[in-house]
């Protein structure tokens, strides 16, 4: 049964319960505005280690939720934590958790899921410049504004640690589903961790599964820490290849292959939404025919058989639809393509500065950046096109003899456009 009131908040129903709290929606009298109200379950201040440990987890709460003010995060307005009771009130958001989202039959859009995911990204890079990281990511800790909206709020920052605190990891906090190989191993955790856990709620969301679903914690702990997961595409066989890899990446256990910034999960899922007119690739080409497009090349002329074979394992080959946006001018970039099939027209402003016809090669300046170099014109599918698109964090995983023979091609490439650039010049000069 719902109290009457919880301090001077007039309570009208319970929203929710969970292991340790009650949350319900309230009226705060005094600023004439709704409210969530979260209250630790009594029950739990009994044994007196766990009631402090309780109490320091609402108070952290308070303190660093209160210091976030970002459209994306939940508001906190008001904390009380004394001997008797413990309690926030914040911001009231009317939609419900993610969780509805997360089951079979309930599937978002791959669009919506891709908008919902970079306003989380933006929101919890914006927490980790302010030196705080969530540690317990998951999709009833991400609410919506109304259940039919893509507007989401990031809520319940009781196990997040700052940067400058000594504490950065207290046990058993935090939802296993959700955690890192390394939080489970509870070994010190950074903001990696944190995209681990939206890779997860991520994945959940497109196929309504977990990617480990067992019967108990221990055998869960044992997959997370050593196991691959099951294929999105088990699930949902028309899951885009491009969703497939950003999520991959996200979840990849050895947290130097995982996406090393907020910035580089934005980014993809910037181009994803971008391309959301990309279609899977009814008619996906067998590697056979793969190789043989390859070997027709003058780019990969010196590249042995073995090789090839290489760069087809880790290229990624999409589809993409007239008039989608494949590189934008002033974005980073970390990949580079080759058109296989199809035309596309680059662009720096409004000026056409050339026309690529299948294999022909674009993107490639990111590789002399390390990532970080910005694109200076914008490339754009005038018909349906067929791409081979490599990162650069793939080539730099490949074998030295694959590397050095891409390198010296685009160095050929580099040295032929420099050569009919001058020749511009000269005819232009003249």
């Known amino acids: 049964m719902s109290p009457e009131r919880i301090g001077k908040y007039e309570i009208r129903r319970l929203l929710g319960e969970g292991a340790t709290s009650s949350v319900y929606l309230a009226w705060d009298p005094f600023n004439q505005r709704e409210v969530a109200v979260k209250r630790i379950n009594p029950v739990f201040f009994k044994p007196p280690h766990r009631g402090r440990l309780f109490r320091q987890l609402l108070v952290n709460e308070a303190s660093l939720a209160g210091k976030l003010k970002h459209p994306h995060i939940v508001r906190i307005y008001d904390a009380v934590v004394d001997a008797d009771d413990a309690y926030v009130a914040m911001e009231y958001v009317p939609g419900g958790t993610l ?9 978002a859009s791959f669009e919506r899921v891709i908008e919902i995911i970079f306003k989380c990204t933006r929101a919890i890079n914006y927490a980790f410049h302010n030196g705080i990281t969530h540690r317990d990511i998951k999709p009833a800790n991400i609410l919506l504004s109304a259940a039919d909206g893509n507007d989401i709020r990031i809520s319940d920052f009781g196990a997040a640690f700052q940067a400058t605190s000594e504490v950065t990891q207290i046990a058993n906090l935090g939802s296993p589903a959700y955690m890192s190989p390394q939080q489970v191993r509870e070994v010190q955790v950074d903001h990696r961790s944190d995209i ?6 991520m994945y959940q969301l497109l196929t309504g599964h977990l990617p480990f679903e067992c019967d108990n914690n221990y055998n869960l702990i044992y997959r997370i820490a050593n196991e ?9 066989p028309e899951i885009p290849e491009e969703l497939q890899i950003i999520v991959q990446r996200a979840m990849e256990k050895d947290v130097e292959h995982r996406y090393q910034t907020w910035g580089e999960f934005s980014h993809d899922l910037t181009l994803a939404f971008r391309n959301c007119a990309m279609e899977p690739d009814q008619e996906a080409l067998p590697e056979t025919e793969k190789f043989r497009f390859l070997r027709t090349l003058p780019f990969f002329d010196k590249f042995s058989d073995a090789e090839l074979w290489e760069t087809i394992g880790f290229s990624q080959w999409n589809q993409f639809q007239p008039g989608t ?6 974005e980073a970039g970390d990949h580079f393509s080759f058109l296989v099939e199809g035309e596309a027209q680059a662009k720096r402003k409004r000026t056409l500065l050339g026309v690529f016809t299948p294999g ?20 754009k599918a005038t018909s349906t096109v067929r791409l081979i698109t490599i990162r650069r964090q793939a080539l730099e995983r490949a074998s030295e003899a694959c590397r050095m023979h891409f390198y010296q091609a685009f160095l050929t490439v580099l040295a032929t456009r ?3 650039a001058s020749s511009r010049i000269a005819n232009f000069e003249v």
Request: proline share 6%; charged share 20%.
């Open 196 to 201: 681990y856990s939206l890779g997860v709620v």
């Open 99 to 107: 969780e509805a989202l997360a089951r079979p039959g309930r599937l």
């Open 360 to 379: 022909d090669c674009f993107g490639e300046i990111a590789l002399f950046s390390a990532g970080k170099g910005v694109r200076s014109a914008s490339v």
């Open 325 to 330: 946006v494949i590189l934008k001018e002033g």
């Open 418 to 420: 420099l050569s009919l």
């Open 228 to 236: 691959i997961p099951p294929a999105l595409t088990e699930y949902r």
